[in-house]
């Protein structure tokens, strides 16, 4: 005992209870139907019921597998439904069942008689009621060998079952038939052949491998047949990429011996939305491990890794461990613990698998990017150029006007091309244009909120008119020209008539740039007519987008981009002219040739990330679901902005 102040503190224990009478309590449930029609609520989809039934039939057909490891005559199980009356059936040609069996299925829920069958997977005696999750009735046929076809409707409102009675022959000599009508109508609209086709695909993947085994969707319209299709396997063979395969020993528990858990998993070059890696129980599908829950608090990546459309495969843990009530996660138990870390030390490895596949890919999607910017500068330098050859060109001409009319005493000076206005303060002209640069990216969240920037057009009006020179003195200028042009020698004809090598322009290129022995980590080079932007610089990793590891070409990375190269262009354009303008020359070159840059980007982002799509197909884009919570809604600060406003 525990002495508390003036108090004995007593440890606790259960109360004695003393009852006069031994019999035990029967446990009453006043409406079991209501009770039935609130445990079928946890079902979320048609398709997991219809797989219920399914699984049902095979279920039967394992019987018939299990002794020879194949089926000694085709099975075939139809999912059937008719638009017309609204009813799906599923109908196979497997054992059937007997009177007495079909009662026990009704009677006595919660005592399957599959529990403890290792092969088998009913173990709770619940699937034939799920249906009341969706529809109104259920009804039930079968046929064995040695009896006559029998059935039963079973009702959602109503507990009370008739007894099974004597029905027509239904197609097959033995067999098993569940018709469901009377579906509501949000449950409905779920049912078509593609849903039904896939789901089964991979709810039952590992079966559809084998001999003898076919599984067919159908739609139907009363009595005709209006689609059909047999669903097949996934081959993992086909798929390009690195394989893991491990086969993984869980000891077992008590009396239970040691069980096998097959991992077969493929890094693949590309996505499949429809066989990232899932949990299967005896050949049939749990759930994908990205949304398994118990697993996920165990896992160091959680759905970084494993719901990655790059990750696909299975992890088939046998009979180690058993599934909820509802088939989408695990029970409780050591073996799970125990599978679950052997799983969390696979993640390196399947990480650095997926890392080498995704770098590799990243190097393609940039250099696509290089591309599309090179080739936006090398035609932006062309327009530049061809604007100062104009102006040199009018300018020539003004000063033949002027000599003519001799309205000028100091011709050339008058004349004389328009000098930058140099800062005399400012001797370093690249700290200056870096200072620039840093400045604007200052600012540039004021930059993003305001309104997109238009293409940008030299007006006429701002260029030296030429609409004063007659057509007389132009051709004087050209005939002058001709009679000055030397005469060239037979070798300087030749050597004319030689192809010149074609000149690429300006290059861009993504290379990583490490920081200098002073820690800086400038954010471009430029170097012989190219220049490298480092994609090591955190304002470059920021602002290039990435799920799941892949590239995402945004309109914000397209003003960053902008006006890097715009700082490097122009400065080089300034050292081969040497030429040191103030910082206010500076800023309206920067703006206005990154203004021109972004302009051609938006243009061409939209497809140019279509075509990075073909490298890495993005199926998942409108499908982020779970697996991005951790993202935000919006994929840029400025796309955020301008829903808000």
Same mark, same amino acid.
């Given at each position: 005992?525990?002495?508390?102040?003036? =108090?004995?503190?007593?440890?606790?224990?259960?109360?004695?209870?003393?009852?006069?009478?031994?019999?035990?309590?029967?446990?009453?449930?006043?409406?079991?139907?209501?009770?039935?029609?609130?445990?079928?609520?946890?079902?979320?989809?048609?398709?997991?019921?219809?797989?219920?039934?399914? *699984?049902?039939?095979?279920?039967?057909?394992?019987?018939?597998?299990?002794?020879?490891?194949?089926?000694?005559?085709?099975?075939?199980?139809?999912?059937?439904? *008719?638009?017309?009356?609204?009813?799906?059936?599923?109908?196979?040609?497997?054992?059937?069942?007997?009177?007495?069996?079909?009662?026990?299925?009704?009677?006595?829920?919660?005592?399957?008689?599959?529990?403890?069958?290792?092969? +088998?997977?009913?173990?709770?005696?619940?699937?034939?009621?799920?249906?009341?999750?969706?529809?109104?009735?259920?009804? @039930?046929?079968?046929?064995?060998?040695?009896?006559?076809?029998?059935?039963?409707?079973?009702?959602?409102?109503?507990?009370?079952?008739?007894?099974?009675?004597?029905?027509?022959?239904?197609?097959?000599?033995?067999?098993?038939?569940?018709? +469901?009508?009377?579906?509501?109508?949000?449950?409905?609209?779920?049912?078509?052949?593609?849903?039904?086709?896939?789901?089964?695909?991979?709810?039952?993947?590992?079966?559809?491998?084998?001999?003898?085994?076919?599984?067919? $969707?159908?739609?139907?319209?009363?009595?005709?047949?209006?689609?059909?299709?047999?669903?097949?396997?996934?081959?993992?063979?086909? $798929?390009?990429?690195?394989?893991?395969?491990?086969?993984?020993?869980?000891?077992?528990?008590?009396?239970?011996?040691?069980?096998?858990?097959?991992?077969?998993?493929? $890094?693949?070059?590309?996505?499949? &939305?429809?066989?990232?890696?899932?949990?299967?129980?005896?050949?049939?599908?749990?759930?994908?491990?990205?949304?398994?829950?118990?697993?996920?608090?165990?896992?160091?990546?959680?759905?970084?890794?494993?719901?990655?459309?790059?990750?696909?495969? $299975?992890? *088939?843990?046998?009979?180690?461990?058993?599934?909820?009530?509802?088939?989408?996660?695990?029970?409780?138990?050591?073996?799970?613990?125990?599978?679950? &870390?052997?799983?969390?030390?696979?993640?390196?490895?399947?990480?650095?698998?997926?890392?080498?596949?995704?770098?590799?890919?990243?190097?393609?999607?940039?250099?696509?990017?290089?591309?599309? +910017?090179?080739? @936006?500068?090398? /035609?932006?330098?062309?327009?530049?150029?061809?604007?100062?050859?104009?102006?040199?060109?009018? =300018?020539?001409?003004?000063? /033949?006007?002027? +000599?003519?009319?001799?309205?000028?005493?100091?011709?050339?000076?008058?004349?004389?091309?328009?000098?930058?206005?140099?800062?005399?303060?400012?001797?370093?002209?690249?700290?200056?244009?870096?200072? @620039?640069?840093?400045? @604007?990216?200052?600012?540039?969240?004021?930059?993003?909120?305001?309104?997109?920037?238009?293409?940008?057009?030299?007006?006429?009006?701002?260029?030296?008119?030429?609409?004063?020179?007659?057509?007389?003195?132009?051709?004087?200028?050209? *005939?002058?020209?001709?009679?000055?042009?030397?005469?060239?020698?037979?070798?300087?004809?030749?050597?004319?008539?030689?192809?010149?090598?074609?000149?690429?322009?300006?290059?861009?290129?993504?290379?990583?740039?490490?920081?200098?022995?002073?820690?800086?980590?400038?954010?471009?080079?430029?170097?012989?007519?190219?220049?490298?932007?480092?994609?090591?610089?955190?304002?470059?990793?920021?602002?290039?987008?990435?799920?799941?590891? /892949?590239?995402?070409?945004?309109?914000?990375?397209?003003?960053?981009?902008?006006?890097?190269?715009?700082?490097?262009?122009?400065?080089?354009?300034?050292?081969?002219?040497?030429?040191?303008?103030?910082?206010?020359?500076?800023?309206?070159?920067?703006?206005?040739?990154?203004?021109?840059?972004?302009?051609?980007?938006?243009?061409?982002?939209?497809?140019?990330?279509?075509?990075?799509?073909?490298?890495?197909?993005? =199926?998942?884009?409108?499908?982020?679901?779970?697996?991005?919570?951790?993202?935000?809604?919006?994929?840029?600060?400025?796309?955020?902005?301008?829903?808000?406003?």
């Amino acid at each position: 005992m525990l002495v508390c102040g003036q =108090h004995l503190c007593r440890p606790l224990s259960a109360p004695r209870l003393y009852s006069q009478h031994s019999k035990p309590l029967n446990l009453q449930i006043s409406n079991p139907a209501i009770l039935l029609n609130h445990i079928a609520q946890r079902y979320t989809s048609t398709s997991r019921i219809i797989m219920e039934f399914v *699984d049902n039939s095979l279920d039967d057909a394992e019987e018939l597998y299990q002794g020879s490891k194949r089926y000694p005559y085709p099975i075939r199980v139809v999912v059937s439904f *008719d638009t017309a009356s609204k009813t799906l059936s599923v109908s196979d040609n497997c054992r059937g069942m007997n009177g007495e069996k079909l009662e026990s299925l009704v009677t006595q829920v919660g005592e399957s008689t599959k529990k403890g069958v290792p092969w +088998l997977n009913g173990q709770f005696g619940f699937g034939l009621h799920s249906f009341r999750a969706a529809a109104k009735n259920c009804t @039930v046929l079968s046929k064995t060998s040695s009896s006559k076809a029998i059935g039963f409707t079973l009702s959602r409102s109503s507990l009370a079952i008739e007894q099974p009675e004597e029905v027509e022959e239904f197609g097959s000599d033995t067999g098993t038939k569940v018709v +469901l009508s009377g579906f509501d109508k949000h449950w409905w609209k779920d049912i078509n052949s593609e849903n039904l086709s896939n789901e089964i695909e991979q709810h039952f993947e590992r079966l559809l491998a084998r001999e003898n085994l076919s599984i067919v $969707v159908e739609e139907r319209v009363k009595d005709a047949v209006v689609t059909s299709h047999q669903c097949k396997p996934f081959d993992y063979d086909s $798929v390009e990429g690195t394989r893991v395969v491990e086969t993984l020993s869980i000891k077992g528990e008590g009396k239970k011996p040691a069980s096998s858990v097959t991992v077969d998993m493929v $890094v693949a070059q590309s996505d499949s &939305q429809s066989h990232k890696v899932r949990f299967f129980s005896k050949g049939r599908r749990i759930n994908e491990v990205s949304h398994i829950p118990s697993f996920l608090k165990f896992s160091s990546y959680k759905r970084t890794l494993w719901g990655h459309p790059q990750l696909l495969g $299975v992890i *088939d843990v046998g009979d180690a461990l058993e599934p909820v009530i509802t088939r989408d996660d695990f029970q409780r138990s050591p073996m799970r613990t125990e599978l679950y &870390q052997r799983l969390v030390d696979l993640e390196g490895k399947l990480n650095t698998e997926l890392n080498k596949v995704l770098e590799k890919q990243r190097v393609e999607s940039l250099s696509k990017l290089e591309g599309v +910017l090179s080739s @936006v500068l090398t /035609r932006i330098d062309k327009e530049d150029q061809q604007v100062v050859r104009k102006e040199k060109r009018e =300018h020539r001409l003004r000063i /033949r006007e002027a +000599l003519q009319t001799h309205e000028a005493q100091n011709v050339d000076e008058f004349f004389a091309p328009p000098k930058i206005n140099n800062n005399n303060d400012n001797n370093d002209n690249n700290d200056t244009v870096t200072h @620039v640069v840093d400045a @604007v990216l200052a600012t540039e969240a004021d930059l993003l909120l305001s309104p997109r920037p238009p293409i940008l057009v030299v007006p006429s009006s701002s260029l030296p008119s030429s609409s004063t020179t007659d057509k007389t003195t132009e051709q004087k200028i050209t *005939d002058e020209t001709k009679k000055e042009k030397p005469r060239t020698t037979e070798v300087e004809e030749e050597k004319r008539k030689e192809p010149k090598p074609a000149k690429l322009g300006y290059q861009v290129h993504f290379v990583a740039i490490p920081a200098g022995e002073n820690g800086y980590i400038p954010r471009a080079h430029f170097v012989e007519d190219v220049i490298h932007i480092n994609t090591v610089h955190p304002d470059f990793t920021t602002r290039l987008k990435s799920r799941r590891g /892949r590239p995402k070409f945004t309109e914000r990375l397209g003003a960053y981009l902008a006006l890097i190269i715009s700082a490097r262009y122009h400065e080089e354009k300034y050292a081969q002219k040497d030429q040191n303008p103030s910082r206010e020359v500076i800023y309206e070159d920067l703006m206005s040739t990154m203004n021109r840059i972004e302009t051609a980007l938006r243009r061409r982002l939209p497809s140019l990330q279509r075509s990075i799509d073909k490298i890495l197909p993005e =199926h998942f884009q409108q499908n982020e679901e779970e697996d991005e919570d951790e993202e935000d809604e919006y994929d840029d600060e400025d796309e955020f902005e301008e829903t808000r406003l």
